[in-house]
């Protein structure tokens, strides 16, 4: 929907290195290119390149690279346009929209920007609340018993961080604040906020005298919220008259622990996660990050420096979930609730992490017990020694199957454990895991107390290696393991390499004839590539993300480091360097082609006419290689001083046979 004059625009006004440098503090210019650590893996030796030049980065260590517009995406999980729009804003640029759907647009766009406020408004509200309201002393006292105090400087930055905050006692306390605020009842009601009264008319607030915490997605914007009951529940009614109070009043005495803000046009709870947007940096740093079930389990952990923690949103943890973690790590680590609810939840969320492709393992927390009581009670460390012991979902679950309260002696609840196994080993699309499946059947028979019937370990046997087969059937079938050998680099291919490197650095090359005749020499994937410089070039703007669009996928990673990294400093010494190449390359060529008509001598042996032809073929060839001007032609053609030595028109191998080369000849 965004104009491409618009997408353009962005590029080319971003300073892609001011950008970068406020997530990569260590960028240093090395050269022509600026150099950091790379903010998405964890390294020790800097490997992240920025060229101010091309507006483009690349991280020789885990290949992320692209435009200023990819980095946000990746550093700040956005979407293209959600990328553009920010930079945009962030240069002053208005965002024009293709025609024809302009108007619809921009009303959608305004309506989620009235949703945004509300939530903004909301949250700074909650916040005032909790320093000044006279019953904020609950919500204190809740968040001391967790360690969440503003005099632990840790604690203090969590809090603000996350921008916990307090929901007054009083009914219509956030509707009055909002209508001071010019904020419509419309709005607010479909933020969630405020509820319509059931009878005659007004709202009033949904949270009331409760801890709030504010679900902030992954651009920093409140969407929703989520309310922790406080004690003292008759607080809620203290400065509240009989006849103000909604019938919602006289119904369940028993309060939910947690209510969360419905679903909205900006909010969807399976698809967000509660602390990513706080967590981002860390989880790219460790490449991994903890999922936790609760709030407060976020917030602890992160007082307590562990800070690459999320948690879903009183779902199960589910797929849409999953994939979005995926953009800032490959590997997560299940640390749910010791209690049957806890391994509930891990068997729910195996299927979303799979099917998101993110590498599943779980650590195991005493029974009855959370991650906020146990860094509490425990400490940061012991509470990084049982992340650090995690183990794979699937071992994690086969476990739990077997786990002390199967009774062995159960013929019918044994069966029912061996098919239980069997699914979950059914289920694993990952080749190596199920190759293992047969380690797995000799534990299970260990734990099943089998061993000691033949017969019944041979069941087990069949019915793991049942599973095992039908999900390699519903797999794709492996690769052959020949495909996977090191194929020999081809001669000539570095020369090559450096020629269409240079001309990646300096377009501008392909104006000098020098350059472009020896261009010539490329062929394949190394002509395609200077192809693809010479259209980029035509096409106005130099657009390093269309080039590489453009450049064949087997160099793309060669192309981005060149963009990222340059080689050469000034376009005179990338033209001496393709020059340099294309004179080595061409040696190659020629030797190559020498030894080729050598092959042909030795089959048209007997054939006078055709060996003199090939012979005068071969030796204008091995002098061209060494830089020797070919002899000029007698009458017949041949060199003079040849013609009367045959032994100068053998195949090289024969000649050597002959002893007829002096120093000249052979060193020609």
């Known amino acids: 929907m965004i104009s491409p004059s ?32 790379c903010p998405f893996h964890q390294e020790k030796s800097p490997s992240f390149h920025v060229n101010a030049e091309r507006g483009f980065f690349h991280c020789f260590g885990c290949k992320a690279s692209g435009s200023v517009i990819d980095f946000v995406m990746q550093s700040d999980g956005l979407t293209f346009p959600e990328a553009v729009r920010a930079l945009a804003e962030r240069s002053g640029i208005e965002v024009e929209q293709e025609r024809g759907e302009r108007s619809e647009v921009d009303r959608a766009k305004k309506s989620r920007d009235e949703l945004y406020a509300a939530n903004q408004v909301a949250a700074t509200f909650f916040e005032e609340q909790l320093s000044t309201h006279p019953h904020r002393d609950c919500a204190l006292r809740e968040l001391a018993r967790r360690g969440l105090t503003s005099e632990n400087a840790a604690a203090s930055s969590a809090m603000r961080s996350f921008r916990i905050g307090y929901a007054p006692s009083g009914w219509d306390a956030l509707v009055l604040f909002l209508k001071k605020q010019s904020i419509s009842p419309i709005v607010a009601e479909t933020a969630g906020l405020i509820v319509p009264r059931s009878s005659g008319t007004g709202y009033y607030d949904r949270f009331r005298h409760r801890l709030m915490f504010p679900v902030i997605d992954h651009q920093g914007r409140v969407v929703a919220f989520s309310g922790r009951k406080l004690d003292d529940p008759q607080v809620a009614h203290a400065s509240l008259s009989a006849d103000a109070a909604p019938k919602i009043e006289k119904e369940a005495v028993v309060l939910p622990k947690y209510i969360n803000s ?82 509930k939840a891990v068997l729910k969320s195996r299927e979303g992490c799979q099917s998101a492709g993110l590498t599943t393992k779980v650590a195991v927390l005493p029974d009855g017990i959370d991650p906020d009581e146990f860094v509490r009670t425990k400490g940061v460390d012991a509470l990084k020694e049982v992340v650090a012991r995690a183990r794979g979902v699937l071992e994690h679950l086969i476990d739990e199957a077997l786990d002390e309260t199967f009774v062995a002696s159960d013929a019918l609840e044994r069966a029912g ?112 590539a200077v192809a693809a410089v010479s259209a980029g070039r035509s096409r106005g703007a130099f657009d390093s993300g269309a080039l590489l669009a453009q450049i064949p996928v087997s160099i793309r990673s060669f192309a ?31 030797s190559r082609e020498t030894v080729e008509l050598a092959r042909e001598q030795e089959k048209i042996v007997g054939d006078w006419s055709a060996e003199i032809e090939l012979a005068r073929e071969a030796n204008s060839r091995a002098r061209l290689m060494h830089g020797v001007t070919p002899s000029v032609p007698s009458g017949d053609g041949v060199g003079v001083g040849d013609i009367n030595d045959k032994s100068a028109f053998l195949p090289l191998g024969k000649r050597a046979q002959a002893g007829s080369y002096g120093d000249d000849d052979k060193e020609s």
């Open 417 to 528: 454990r061996v098919a239980q196994v069997s699914k979950l080993l059914a289920e694993q699309n990952d080749p190596l895991v199920r190759s293992m499946a047969k380690a797995y059947a000799d534990k299970l028979a260990g734990r099943l107390d089998m061993a000691r019937s033949p017969d019944a370990f041979r069941a087990l046997e069949r019915a793991v290696g049942n599973a095992l087969q039908s999900a390699s059937r519903e797999a794709s079938g492996g690769g052959d393991p020949k495909r996977a050998r090191v194929r020999p680099r081809a001669p000539g291919s570095l020369e090559r390499a450096e020629m269409v490197g240079a001309i990646i650095e300096y377009p501008s090359l392909l104006d000098d004839s020098i350059v472009c005749s020896e261009l010539a020499l490329l062929d394949g994937l190394a002509a395609r």
């Open 560 to 590: 981005a480091e060149r963009l990222a990294a340059p080689k050469h400093d000034t376009p005179e010494v990338a033209r001496a360097h393709v020059v340099e190449n294309a004179q080595k390359l061409r040696r190659i060529l020629l």
């Open 6 to 37: 618009t997408i353009a625009l962005v590029r080319e006004r971003t300073d892609i290195v001011a950008v970068v440098s406020e997530s990569v503090s260590s960028l240093k210019r090395r050269g022509r290119s600026w150099v950091g650590l």
């Open 262 to 343: 419905p679903e909205s046009p900006i909010y969807t709870k399976g698809g967000l996660l509660f602390g990513l947007f706080q967590a981002r940096n860390a989880i790219r740093q460790q490449e991994s990050a903890i999922v936790v079930e609760g709030n407060f389990d976020v917030v602890t952990l992160h007082a307590q420096g562990v800070e690459h923690v999320v948690a879903p949103l009183g779902t199960a943890f589910t797929s849409d979930q999953a994939r979005l973690l995926k953009r800032y790590c490959e590997t997560v680590v299940l640390l749910f609730d010791g209690d049957a609810a806890g391994k």
